[in-house]
């Protein structure tokens, strides 16, 4: 009975014609950060000032899920690559020399501790391939999405006259993406300037452009 396969769904043929098959998540993160930003882009665009607490509260939502998905989708995308070398999977990784996927398998214990853009930095160095430039726009785009993710997980309030790590965050961000209407100038820039539509738009183009860089390098086929 022929199966359907989802694009989702990975099928690796064993030996004896057995039919495997794996799920990754990745392209899902993805699916959902992009339905997020549009509801919130939905939001924006219905929305008549003055915003009451409630739609206010949606809209923050369907923004910080959207950049936080982003982000897990830019992370689970890099564990099924490595995932997929460990499986040595001739769908995916077509083309890769199979010496140095099993030099990747061999180190992926070391590897899963690295930080998320480290694990695609060293998937280019093991694979003989030059890593991304960290000062270029791309990777540091990337960096800079994942710092505001982890600003927002593990979030510690700043008084406004002794801003630290949300002046960082601002210096880095800033002129990136269209903030929120619903803030004013005198309100803080993080979170309630940065946190609207713009800034999840650009979390999922930030996402899209750094990985289709990857696969590019990679010479596999774009995952995303």
């Not at 982003?70 to 564990?79: H, W, Y």
């Amino acid at each position: 009975m022929k199966k359907n396969i989802t694009s989702n769904l990975k099928a690796i043929f064993k030996t004896k014609g057995e039919l495997i098959l794996t799920y990754h998540i990745s392209r899902q993160h993805l699916n959902s950060a992009k339905y997020f930003s549009s509801c919130a882009q939905e939001i924006e665009s219905s929305t008549v000032l003055p915003i009451n607490d409630e739609v206010r509260s949606k809209h923050l939502a369907f923004v910080t899920g959207s950049i936080i998905l982003s982000v897990a989708a830019l992370e689970s995308s890099i564990n099924e690559f490595y995932c997929e070398a460990i499986d040595k999977n001739p769908n995916t990784l077509k083309g890769i020399d199979s010496i140095r996927l099993a030099i990747i398998a061999e180190f992926w214990e070391e590897i899963e501790r690295l930080s998320i853009l480290q694990k695609y930095q060293k998937a280019l160095f093991f694979l003989g391939i030059p890593k991304f430039e960290e000062g270029n726009k791309v990777f540091q785009d990337a960096e800079n999405l994942v710092k505001l993710r982890d600003l927002l997980i593990h979030y510690k309030p700043e008084w406004d006259n002794e801003l630290n790590i949300h002046a960082k965050i601002e210096k880095r961000l800033n002129g990136k993406f269209p903030l929120s209407p619903f803030a004013s100038m005198e309100s803080l820039w993080f979170p309630h300037q940065c946190l609207g539509f713009g800034c999840s738009n650009w979390s999922i183009a930030t996402i899209i452009t750094f990985m289709n860089e990857f696969c590019q390098k990679v010479k596999i086929p774009e995952r995303f």
